[in-house]
């Protein structure tokens, strides 16, 4: 061994002696240096911010009931501290009869208004809030003298005491973050909704940065600083004298290239633990998996670095070498790019990501928000309304199937995910109706404001979910003075006052979100998930939806969630991957199941029985939970199943579960006897058959060492979707797959291949 | 004496499976005894060393055998015995003599401590003591010689290849080079030396084969070299008289017509083959009324041999 070890130690020293160190050394100094300064301040919410406001008419409303009430309040309260000017404003607002225009204007007079409040040293009184639940820090607050308490204590104090009185209409608020440099302050508290400061730099921040960092310009520096050790090594004059030794040929290639990585290896370790110590003294975030995944960028390095050295050896030239490497780089870019836009343009948005069956009518909905009806005798997915380009960004409200005397009508709207409600959050209908062989799409009505889903209910009415309430459809189709009224700009404002739709709500239904809402068919029951807590709603007897239960299942509330109603079960699936089952009449929590700690859950359906729930997770995995069943049985991966990789579910009328899966194929399986009842593999188009035939084969085998990114970013996450922050509220928000071993199982067989057919080719070659 | 190399019907053909072939040697049979210093002697291109690099298992060989220290040629057991100084040595820039000599001493299997010991005694043997922590980038070509051979010598081979050793050295290092020669010999290494230089070879070496085309022409002592030229007479003669005259008596002679004149004396040099053609050369000198003003005889050398060797064209040269 000691020959090759001096032949490593070699590589140390022309890296030390020459100016290949200094080349990424410096580099990575003056990038430590730079971050070192900078910190963050957390700043615990105080002031209301506009969006913090759920529903200000609501509240507007509330306040105003309360403060005719003989009993002291809450609300009581507040309004004896606002100025006539702000009372008449508030009672403005709270006129149902009051234009769109003035409550928008108002919306912000109400914000200005319990911010002065949170101000005001006055605002609490025991007995107005004595019915009120505090927590332990706001209740250590009103046991101080408000008159002993700092400015940003009393502003805590006062806003927690307004949430508490009113979590309906005024939402938590994340805390406020200040970027400090050198202990200066470099910005303004700024809040991030939905979103936990470090966790987005540890899981978002982290990984791009040093994505780019070491797999992209580190590689690329490591690449030609490194280029040259080789060459060198078989210069004519040093290589006979090399090789007279005794030592085996391949052995001592291998040590010298085994030496760059090794040096290479320093370099990165030297950045990783440098950011590591800085992410976690300056900013908290002590992120283990920076130290696992060095190992991966050495590979990455590694393997462009196996071109370079074996066409270094051969070629004996060093700028061949690096030639070499960068045109392996580039190769392997061109196609991930080809592959990336065929994916992201021409496959990914056609993909199916939601099922609905609406008397018994299978309806599928694209990613890029098309919708397409299961056509059984032609076993062909029919395309019913077409939407073009990359997943979309929009949501599909519905679609609900509807018979109408003119014939079947479909039912569907689009909304942004992000949307949080206002007035211009008011998805437009779109009514399909078949024409020959194919759907002809025309304009309805504007839906109500923040519309989340659309529903038919077992009178055979339509209603509409929102974040204000709950209403019954009356009419839908447009008509042409409702497109609404002139502003002189380039938009209208929408006209109220017709009767499209009638609240059927109760009185205090708001959904500050992230919000998610099921029905059960039979009964038209209502599940409703909102902020961390889950809710059921029954249709009483009146026509009027009235609460049954609610119940908080988990504390932090920013995270988005879906749930799913059946029988006598609800279940709820959080982000953060937790699968709870309740009881649908108490809410009561039954259990709670985590099967995937790599992904997340990302859809929940119900069979009409509530016998079996059906989660699909992001990594494509399906588990199901069966009520009635003891032990493993009652959360499982049905073993049956042979599908892997699905990506809608939904059940019909019968119970059957229909699976999509690869594309467009879909089965129908009985989860009772667990068994495939039918399964179909529709056409491709020529565009989809070219990618599937070569495209995607192609991409598989040729290394893409760029893709080990992903497993870099796994063995920092250990997650094996992306998990932006960004996304925490949007159960639905396309997770990433990370896909972490693939990459490294088809580049890890390229890296030995080249490495071995190069030591081969140097055992044999005459020097 | 122990054949330390044993070489039989030795080839090599570069090429040999693409088409256009080059016989580096052809049918090359030779023995290097234990203890001798061995000279191999050719003009560019013979194959001396194709024929160095295929015992130290740096090129393969086509056909016949090759053995080195009882091993085949490119066994490790036999090369961690060898010490090799290439033709051209390059040592990449960032040793100085110092680390030069750990990284050699490693690759020939010492310890560092074992290189510690000895590498400042064998710099100080080639004059590189003083300069051993400068980088070899500020080394002369001699200088970096010089270290090539200290490299040669750190892990006491038995048997030494030298390619060219005084390349690049100037009087003094090559008379070092010299001693340096003799003293391994005396200590019963075994040198094989490969050189162009004639008179270096003729002053240190036992044995000398001369290549020439792949093909081993001689093997041999230099006295026994020599004898390739034995009878023949190396003149020169100084004559005065009618240069056109000179020019007659030379082509009638079959002898090179040219000459040097110094003052009005005219001066040649050459060799006739034997007494008799002198005679007739010195007849026809007179006849031609030219004066013999002086015939001197040279004493016939290793470089007459090679000459004689090599000057003959192959016939078989690809």
Request: overall charge positive.
């Amino acid at each position: 061994m000691r020959p090759y070890v001096a032949l490593i130690l070699d590589s140390f020293r022309e890296a030390v002696v020459s100016w290949t160190l200094w080349l990424l050394v410096v580099p990575i100094t003056l990038i430590l240096l730079g971050l070192a300064p900078a910190s963050v301040r957390e700043e615990v919410a105080t002031t209301l911010e506009s969006h913090e406001l759920v529903s200000p008419v609501k509240l507007a409303r509330r306040i105003r009931a309360e403060a005719e009430g003989t009993e002291p309040s809450p609300g009581k309260r507040i309004w004896s501290l606002l100025t006539s000017t702000e009372r008449k404003a508030w009672e403005r607002i709270a006129d149902p009869g009051s234009s769109p225009g003035e409550r928008v204007q108002n919306r912000s007079r109400i914000r200005r208004a319990l911010n002065r409040l949170i101000e005001s040293e006055d605002l609490y009184d025991a007995d107005a809030w004595r019915g009120v639940l505090l927590d332990k820090e706001t209740q250590a607050l009103v046991n101080q003298d408000a008159s002993s308490l700092d400015r940003i204590d009393r502003q805590r104090r006062n806003r927690l005491l307004l949430q508490a009185a009113f979590p309906n209409y005024i939402s938590k608020g994340g805390v406020r973050v200040v970027i400090r440099y050198f202990g200066f302050d470099v910005t303004s508290p700024f809040t991030m909704p939905g979103v936990r400061f470090r966790t987005f730099i540890s899981d978002t921040i982290v990984p791009a940065v040093s994505g780019f960092l070491l797999g992209n310009i580190g590689v690329f520096i490591a690449i030609m600083v490194t280029s040259s050790i080789t060459p060198q090594l078989f210069e004519p004059g040093s290589l006979s004298l090399l090789f007279s030794k005794p030592i085996v040929r391949s052995v001592a290639f291998l040590a010298k290239f085994l030496g760059g990585c090794a040096y290479i290896f320093l370099c990165t370790a030297y950045l990783n633990i440098g950011l590591w110590l800085i992410l976690g003294w300056r900013f908290g975030v002590w992120n283990s998996g920076w130290w696992t995944s060095i190992p991966v960028f050495l590979f990455i390095f590694a393997v462009y670095y196996s071109v370079s050295a074996s066409v270094g050896a051969l070629s004996r030239n060093a700028i061949v070498a690096v030639a070499a490497a960068v045109l392996f780089w580039t190769a392997g870019f061109a196609i991930a790019v080809t592959d990336g836009f065929y994916v992201r343009l021409s496959i990914m948005p056609q993909e199916i990501s939601h099922l609905r069956q609406d008397r018994g009518k299978t309806l599928a909905v694209t990613k890029s928000g098309g919708l397409l009806k299961w056509n059984d005798d032609q076993h062909e997915w029919q395309s019913v309304s077409e939407r073009f380009g990359a997943p979309s960004s929009m949501r599909v409200v519905g679609p609900v199937w509807v018979e109408t005397e003119g014939g079947e009508r479909i039912l569907v709207a689009r909304r942004f995910a992000r949307a949080r409600g206002g007035m211009f959050d008011r998805p437009r209908l779109e009514i399909l109706s078949p024409s020959g062989e194919a759907w002809e799409s025309t304009n309805g009505i504007r839906l109500p404001q923040g519309t989340l889903d659309l529903f038919t209910i077992p009178d055979g009415g339509v209603i509409a979910v929102g974040i204000d309430g709950i209403y019954r459809i009356h009419r839908w189709a447009s008509e042409e003075e409702d497109e609404g009224v002139p502003t002189g700009f380039f938009f209208k404002l929408p006209r109220f006052g017709k009767r499209e739709f009638e609240p059927i709500g109760p009185s205090d239904w708001a959904l500050r979100g992230p919000s998610h809402v099921a029905i059960d068919p039979p009964t038209g029951r209502l599940a409703v998930y909102d902020g961390g807590e889950v809710a059921v709603y029954r249709m009483s007897e009146r026509g009027k939806y009235e609460q049954v239960g609610r119940t908080t299942v988990t504390s932090d509330g920013e995270q988005g969630g879906a749930v799913a109603i059946g029988g006598t079960t609800v279940v709820c699936i959080l982000v953060d991957g937790d699968v709870i089952e309740l009881d649908a009449t108490t809410l009561k929590k039954r259990h709670t199941y985590r099967r995937e700690p790599k992904s997340q859950p990302r859809q929940v359906v119900a069979a009409r029985d509530g016998s079996t729930f059906a989660v699909l997770y992001h990594n494509h995995t399906l588990y199901l939970l069966r009520p009635q069943a003891k032990g493993e049985r009652r959360y499982e991966r049905p073993s049956e199943l042979p599908q892997r990789r699905i990506d809608a579910v939904g059940f019909d009328e019968q119970g059957t579960l229909q699976l999509v899966h690869h594309f467009r194929r879909i089965a129908w399986f009985d989860p009772k006897s667990e068994k495939m009842v039918r399964q179909y593999q529709p056409g491709l188009t020529w565009s989809q058959w070219i990618y599937f035939t070569i495209v995607r084969p192609l991409d598989r085998i040729m290394p893409q060492p760029g893709e080990l990114k992903n497993t870099a970013q796994y063995l920092m996450l250990k997650k094996e979707t992306t998990d932006g922050d960004f996304n925490r509220e949007d159960i639905e928000a396309p997770r990433e797959s990370l896909n972490p071993w693939e990459p490294l199982l088809a580049t890890g067989v390229f890296f030995v291949l080249v490495l071995g057919l190069t030591c081969l080719v140097i055992e044999r070659k005459d020097f | 004496m122990t054949a330390v190399i044993e070489l039989r019907q030795l080839e090599k053909t570069y090429g040999a499976r693409f088409g256009r072939k080059v016989h580096a040697l052809r049918g090359v049979s030779l023995e290097v005894r234990e203890g001798e210093i061995f000279g191999l002697l050719g003009p560019n291109g013979a194959g001396k060393t194709t024929l160095v690099k295929i015992l130290l298992g740096i090129v393969r060989r086509y056909r016949g055998s090759a053995m080195l220290l009882g091993y085949r040629a490119g066994d490790r057991r036999g090369r961690r015995r060898v010490g090799y100084l290439p033709e051209n040595l390059t040592i990449p820039g960032h040793h100085n003599a110092l680390s030069a000599m750990m990284l050699y001493g490693q690759l020939s299997g010492l310890s560092r401590r074992d290189v510690r010991a000895r590498r400042m005694k064998l710099l100080e043997q080639v004059g590189l003591a003083e300069r051993a922590r400068d980088s070899v980038r500020k080394y002369s070509k001699g200088m970096r010689q010089r270290l090539g051979l200290a490299q040669v010598l750190l892990h006491d081979p038995e048997l030494i290849f030298l390619d060219e050793p005084t390349d690049g050295l100037d009087p003094v290092g090559r008379a070092a080079v010299r001693d340096l020669l003799k003293q391994l010999s005396a200590e019963g290494r075994t040198v094989l030396l490969n050189s162009h230089l004639l008179q270096e070879v003729e002053m240190v070496c036992h044995r000398v084969a001369i290549l020439h085309l792949g093909q081993l022409r001689r093997t041999g002592t230099v006295a026994e070299l020599s004898e390739v030229t034995a009878g023949q007479l190396r003149l020169r003669i100084r004559v005065k008289g009618d240069p056109h005259r000179l020019r007659m008596v030379l082509d009638e002679s079959e002898l090179p017509p040219q000459w040097t004149v110094q003052e009005d004396e005219m001066v040649w040099q050459g060799v006739v083959s034997d007494q008799q053609s002198l005679d007739r050369l010195i007849d026809r000198l007179r006849q031609a009324d030219l004066s013999i003003l002086e015939i001197a005889r040279a004493r016939a050398t290793l470089e007459d041999a090679f000459m004689r060797l090599v000057e003959p064209a192959d016939p078989q040269a690809s």
